[in-house]
């Protein structure tokens, strides 16, 4: 069995590109040996950085620690599925272990080329096959549909061994027995779940209060982007088969599916970022892809992608900001304060942002670009409750006259943004 847990004060320091930042301050951390513990906490409260820290070789060395990073891509470092399994264990058949997963006949495919809920429930299968005694989860159902979150969550809730869980959902926090909130670093409560949960603080961290949804109607009578007969083959197999859609000014668009159904390829496909290998786009009432598989000459829409840090490009966060001639001339400033994030944040390198900070900077630069066409990727993945609110009133609050559409998971979400949906049939 292993040993528990005990740490006190830790103060946690990390050099970032502009400078120091204390991201953990004067903590203590009890947890007894097969205990479950929630780590909740606003984006950028300290989460993962104690995760991360908590899994730095040496600090707990009586521990087999395996960590489950918020994006998976972090941890993808083999060529095929199943390498990333038997890497370091080859004696282990790697094929039961994916159709437990949801990953049957995945094994010889890039996992590069996985959505993203499907990376994510690899480099879970990954850990566990590295049978740690210490788990850390860093919002491991976030990108999950819910069918598979519902799974995932029924599976660690029999893992027997002891567990840290980052979350934002309140099913997952009932299924640990103690809870710690983190803010700026610092523990604020702590205690028996069913006790920090009663905390009307806590409730209010993990629930968001939607406003009342207000559409703002406009005459639907410009087509934006019209989709007609788009197919996309996926090298492993199957394909995306999109309904024929014609969205038009004003439009407020949902698209629901399951994993790996091929929601993010179908933002890519209207973003100008990926052909279809059937079917036309007609964007802005010209077609697209008339000049090859990428064409994004028509300054008519703008991506906010599931993964908000591969948008970025400069050194500094007021720097992003400037970088569309769109918003070139924009007080970074009150910018970043509408985003209910700090001014201060405009000298920092969008890097050491938190994972929720820089999601809500890349929706931000999408919504207020003044593009026809605004496409969001899981724009709520990871972010807690205050921070969903406040995209759906940045939703709310952008050009009624442009198109929407949002792929997402999260139908509260999709509701409070006034949001027809579309379902995307599986892969097939």
Same mark, same amino acid.
């Given at each position: 069995m292993a040993e528990p847990i005990h740490l006190h004060g830790l103060t946690l320091e990390r050099e970032g590109l502009d400078g120091v930042l204390t991201v953990l301050r004067d903590l203590d951390l009890s947890l007894e040996s097969g205990q479950r513990l929630a780590l909740i906490g606003g984006n950028g409260s300290g989460k993962s950085s104690l995760l991360r820290h908590l899994a730095t070789p040496g600090v707990l060395p009586d521990h087999r620690v395996g960590l489950v990073f918020q994006d998976p891509d972090e941890q993808l470092i083999a060529g095929t599925v199943a390498e990333e399994l038997t890497l370091g264990r080859p004696q282990l058949d790697a094929e039961p272990i994916l159709q437990r997963f949801g990953l049957a006949g995945r094994g010889g495919e890039d996992p590069r080329l996985l959505s993203a809920g499907q990376k994510?429930?690899?480099?879970?299968? =990954?850990? $566990?096959? &590295?049978?740690?005694?210490l788990l850390l989860l860093d919002e491991p159902t976030s990108l999950q549909d819910a069918d598979q979150a519902a799974w995932l969550r029924r599976h660690l809730a029999a893992w027997e061994g002891t567990m840290i869980w980052a979350t934002q959902q309140p099913d997952e926090v009932a299924l640990c027995h103690e809870a710690l909130v983190l803010d700026a670093g610092r523990r604020l409560e702590a205690g028996p779940v069913a006790t920090v949960l009663?905390?009307?603080?806590?409730?209010?961290?993990?629930?968001?209060?939607?406003?009342?949804?207000?559409?703002?109607?406009?005459?639907?009578?410009?087509?934006? =982007?019209? $989709?007609? &007969?788009?197919?996309?083959?996926?090298?492993?197999g199957g394909a995306l088969r999109a309904p024929d859609l014609e969205i038009h000014a004003g439009d407020r668009l949902g698209i629901t599916g399951l994993n790996g159904c091929g929601k993010s390829t179908l933002l890519a496909v209207m973003a100008g970022l990926r052909r279809p290998d059937e079917g036309t786009v007609q964007l802005a009432g010209s077609p697209l892809y008339e000049r090859g598989s990428v064409d994004l000459d028509h300054g008519q829409a703008a991506l906010a992608p599931q993964f908000p840090e591969y948008l970025f490009t400069r050194g500094q966060v007021g720097d992003e900001i400037g970088l569309d001639p769109l918003l070139a001339g924009t007080d970074t400033g009150a910018f970043l304060e509408r985003l209910g994030l700090a001014a201060s944040l405009a000298q920092r390198h969008p890097q050491d942002l938190s994972g929720g900070q820089k999601r809500r900077l890349a929706l931000a630069l999408a919504l207020f670009s003044r593009r026809s066409l605004i496409l969001l990727d899981e724009p709520t993945a990871a972010l807690d409750a205050a921070g969903r609110v406040r995209v759906a009133r940045l939703v709310a609050a952008a050009d009624p006259a442009g198109a929407l559409v949002v792929a997402s998971h999260d139908t509260a979400f999709l509701a409070a943004c006034g949001c027809r949906t579309v379902a995307l049939a599986p892969a097939g």
């Open positions: 994510q429930r690899l480099q879970l299968a =990954v850990v $566990l096959a &590295d049978d740690p005694d009663a905390r009307p603080s806590v409730h209010q961290l993990l629930t968001p209060d939607y406003p009342p949804t207000e559409i703002q109607t406009v005459p639907m009578t410009r087509t934006v =982007v019209q $989709l007609t &007969d788009v197919v996309c083959r996926f090298n492993a």
